[in-house]
């Protein structure tokens, strides 16, 4: 799993998240937690690019609603001027859980 930053641009506003990309079924899958949204394809880079319209179409619908600030702000995502920066991650481990016997 990769993790980066995509940028989105909707009109002056910018916004950073984190994308998170795996394979799954043959198809890859670029995924990002903050506005869990993802996009998929047959490569990295065309799942980034769907990922990146999708995350476009939905910023700028939440904007024509008037929700756009809203929903970025209940993501943990802070206004900085014209950009929106997500929420300062302290630490990012993985965790071993034991499941119960079936």
Known sequence: MASSTL????????????????????????????????????TVSRAKSRLREAVALFMEEAERMGTLSDILEEAGFERQGSSYKPRRILKREKMQLTLPAA
Do not use: F, N, R
């Open 7 to 42: 940028t989105a641009h909707d009109q002056e506003k910018k916004i950073a998240q984190t994308v998170q990309v795996w394979k799954e079924a043959g198809t890859h899958v670029a995924y990002t937690p903050e506005l869990d949204t993802s996009g998929c394809g047959k």
